[in-house]
């Protein structure tokens, strides 16, 4: 009779200990403090980014460089192609030759950061092509924003950010009418790119 009231005393006690491990709970996770918004104001309305500086960190740095330099302000998004994506960020395009467009940028290239696919909504640095640029060296500032999946170019181009928020601004801008080289007739400023701190 003492052996099992000892057993059974035996079993409450780790019965009991084991309970509060059970039904422990678990803390909440903390808010991502660390995400790199930036919002592009256009004068079709803005468009957020988040960018990826852990796939394109040299990519993303330049971006948010530019953006608190006030670097972008006045350029244009010069190359709209319907089904496809967006291009901005040229320096060339705040003047009225538009033969230009295009052509501009800091006087540097970013090394390559290729890796991520090109899905809608990505926003990725233009560049040269092969011929003159075989190391895929990125424009210094010419980005462009897929409006649809492109999957075509991956692995050939530096993907560093995506549209978390205002494709519907980008699904805008792509539809406007353009001329032969695929430049808006009526010209879609970037007013301001805004980096949320």
Do not use: W
Request: charged share 25%; glycine share 8%.
């Amino acid at each position: 009779m003492k052996y099992y009231l000892f057993t059974f005393i035996i079993v409450i006690l780790f019965g009991c200990a084991d309970k509060p491990s059970i039904e422990k709970k678990e803390k909440p996770v903390a808010e991502d403090t660390s995400r790199k918004l930036v919002i592009i104001q256009t004068t079709m309305g803005n468009i957020t980014v988040e960018l990826n500086e852990k796939a394109a960190p040299k990519h993303a740095e330049n971006f948010l460089k530019l953006a608190k330099e006030g670097y972008y302000e006045g350029t244009t998004f010069h190359r709209v192609i319907p089904g496809f994506m967006i291009q901005g960020g040229d320096p060339n395009s705040k003047d009225n030759d538009r033969s230009n467009d295009g052509m501009g940028g800091p006087d540097y290239r970013i090394d390559a950061e290729i890796g991520l696919p090109h899905t809608r909504g990505v926003i990725a640095a233009a560049r040269q092509g092969d011929a003159v640029n075989p190391q895929r060296k990125s424009n210094g500032s010419q980005f462009y924003i897929t409006v649809a999946d492109a999957h075509f170019l991956d692995g050939q181009y530096s993907v560093f950010g995506k549209v978390v928020d205002g494709m519907e601004t980008a699904d805008k801008i792509v539809a406007v009418q353009r001329d032969a080289r695929d430049n808006p007739l009526e010209k879609v400023v970037i007013t301001k790119v805004i980096v949320v701190e």
